[in-house]
């Protein structure tokens, strides 16, 4: 079945939102099945991660960071990729400001799921 855009919207949207909570980011299954195998990340510091050094980066956790995303836009590539782009403000959990990032995320879908292939993320100004 294929969904329309503000359906398929929602659902790669709620998907990041998971990317960004700890009951995901500490479980490896679950990065594994969002993550697809030849997945690659752009981070913001400028260095290139593998699907394997962010999994093992995230399981390891350190970051305390409450995330929050707005400006959510897709563009659908085609009936099974779609182009994600969002801003996201980090914040302490006291909710201090930390950061504030662009994103931007390639997701496929394969034998039914969506999975990201492609991330990056880019520090903003404002």
């Known amino acids: 079945m294929t969904q329309n855009d503000d359906q398929l919207s929602a659902h790669l949207e709620a998907l990041e939102n998971d990317l ?3 009951p995901t980011r500490t479980s490896r299954a679950a990065l594994e099945g969002l993550l697809a195998k030849d997945f690659v990340e752009f981070g913001c510091s400028g260095r290139v991660f593998d699907r394997e050094r962010v999994i093992a980066a995230l ?8 995330h929050s995303t707005s ?10 990729a779609a182009l994600v782009t969002y801003r996201i403000k980090s914040t ?3 909710g201090e400001p930390k950061r504030e990032s662009l994103r931007s995320s390639l997701w496929v879908r394969a034998g039914g799921s969506w999975a990201m292939r492609f991330h990056q993320g880019t520090r903003s100004q404002s």
């Open 20 to 22: 960004l909570a700890e």
């Open 59 to 66: 399981l390891e956790g350190g970051d305390d960071a409450v």
């Open 71 to 80: 400006e959510f836009k897709l563009t659908r590539l085609a009936d099974d």
């Open 92 to 94: 302490s959990p006291n």
